[in-house]
């Protein structure tokens, strides 16, 4: 089995398990732990009982835009746009489809009057395009947009607010960060009562969340950039932890990609502002957390890359064999796994 191949990357999931809506309590979603190095199959209303001491939890304050928005042409054509990235004057860069009909200048016509300018076409379905017509833009994507769920889930969802975090704040992801999606209020605020500590991290998830690892030597993979940011009380927070031994558990890949990227930048010890492209793969340790709490990846991801860098080649396939076969719920609105750093 060589750990660098895509191909190591692959396993087959019935299509039943991928979930399509959200469970009507978040923390009702089961939690298959692997904390111990040894699978146990819990609940995410458990998890604060699965650790011998109070722990520090790093979580994702990103906010999902709802960067969904419709256009029509004036022949009457409907065009769909995923909002990604705010440039200046106005401009976004963005996916469309059907991207083959669209050319350099097209104006479509948007709801409330507004109008969507196609000002550049890349070579990879990318665009560059300028919205106008609008007092405030992220009012009028707020009003008028929609939640921008992955491509495999094909329900609509009824309840824009259950693909965003309770505790999401800062706006400006193209897609969640899911594993923060099982928290409640009240489960947090009993996992303070408990002497459980939450330290927040900004990772806005952008474009390359959309595309799959493409080389066959996973080595060869250009990975994307995505803005970062983590403060003063939060480094405060996590120096402390280390000096006193206590655990630190990344909530999501997003979180842990935050941690790792600034240990490499200044060893977590000044905040940082700015955007990390920080691929973490099998052969490379990784420093900044003892555990990690995730849903389950995609076949041939980078992500399911990281998690094989965590824990190991084999585990990663034991567990994802063990969760098909419990019939465990997949992707975005499924269930998480809770993993020992063991690289």
């Known amino acids: ?22 469970l009507a309590n978040r923390s009702t979603s089961r939690l298959l732990n692997f904390g111990k190095a040894t699978i146990e199959h819990r609940y995410f209303y458990e998890l604060e009982n ?3 001491q109070p722990c520090v939890f790093v979580r994702n304050v990103s906010k999902v835009r709802k960067a969904r928005i419709y256009a029509k042409k004036p022949t009457g054509g409907r065009v769909e746009a995923l909002l990604l990235n705010p440039l200046a004057d106005g401009k976004w860069q963005a996916l469309m489809r059907p991207a083959k009909r669209i050319r350099v200048g097209d104006i479509l016509i948007l709801s409330g009057n507004a109008r969507l300018e196609v000002v550049t076409k890349g070579n990879h379905g990318e665009f560059e395009i300028c919205l106008s017509g609008m007092l405030d833009q992220e009012e009028w994507i707020s009003e008028f947009g929609e939640a921008p769920l992955p491509p495999y889930i094909g329900e609509k969802l009824e309840d824009s607010s259950r693909y ?52 066959e030597d996973i080595r060869d993979f250009q990975i994307h950039h995505e ?21 630190i558990v990344a909530v999501g890949t997003t979180s842990l990609r935050v941690l790792e990227s600034v240990w490499l930048e200044n060893g977590l010890t000044k905040p940082f502002v700015g955007t990390t492209n920080l691929y973490l793969m ?15 990846h995609l076949p041939g991801s980078s992500l399911l890359i990281l998690i094989a860098t965590m824990i ?29 750093n063991l690289s």
């Open 312 to 340: 190991g080649q084999q585990n990663w396939k034991n567990l994802y064999r063990e969760a098909i076969e419990k019939r465990y719920r997949f992707f975005s609105f499924g269930d998480c796994m809770l993993l020992p």
């Open 1 to 22: 089995m060589n750990p660098y191949q895509l191909s190591s990357y692959e396993f087959d999931l019935p299509q039943e398990l991928i979930a399509q809506t959200p």
């Open 50 to 52: 699965l650790f011998s």
């Open 164 to 215: 965003q975090t309770v505790y999401a704040k800062e706006i400006g992801a193209c897609a969640a960060p899911t594993a923060g999606l099982h928290f409640t209020e009240e489960q947090i605020a009993r996992m303070q009562a408990m002497g459980h500590q939450f330290c927040d991290v900004t990772l806005h998830v952008g474009i390359g969340t959309f595309r799959p690892v493409d080389t």
């Open 282 to 296: 099998p052969g490379k340790k990784i420093h900044s957390t003892d555990y990690l709490l995730t849903n389950f």
């Open 227 to 247: 803005g970062i940011c983590i403060e003063d009380e939060a480094i405060k927070t996590l120096k402390n932890a280390r000096e006193n031994k206590v655990p």
